[in-house]
């Protein structure tokens, strides 16, 4: 089974965004049987009730995504701080990269 990490948009819209990354998980799934997918806007969800800052939650994020296959960027990751350095760590472990 290949691991692969949703790099999707958060900050600015956290609800929407938050639903849009589920339900891309949800077709995705449909489509690629064999892909575990790793959806950090719902994993690292506890932040919300946790003081926590950026820079730690991107730091757990860059650990899971060192443990994965590949990564899907979303619609706009280009505009998005977040994904933008997820992308880059991607590139330099060599992983597979997708694009929405």
């Known amino acids: 089974m290949k691991l692969v990490y949703i790099s999707h948009p958060f900050t600015g819209n956290e609800t929407e965004n938050r639903q849009d990354a589920r339900a891309l998980c949800s077709d995705l799934k ?14 690292f969800y506890f932040t919300q009730m946790v003081k926590i800052t950026y ?5 757990m994020c860059m650990e899971i995504l060192q443990a994965c ?11 998005s701080r977040g994904c933008c350095a997820e992308k880059k760590i991607a590139e330099e472990l060599g992983m597979e990269i997708f694009y929405e």
């Open 30 to 43: 449909e489509e690629h049987k064999d892909w575990c997918l790793i959806n950090p806007l719902d994993n």
């Open 55 to 59: 820079e730690e939650i991107m730091a």
């Open 69 to 79: 296959d590949a990564i899907y960027l979303c619609l706009g990751w280009e505009k």
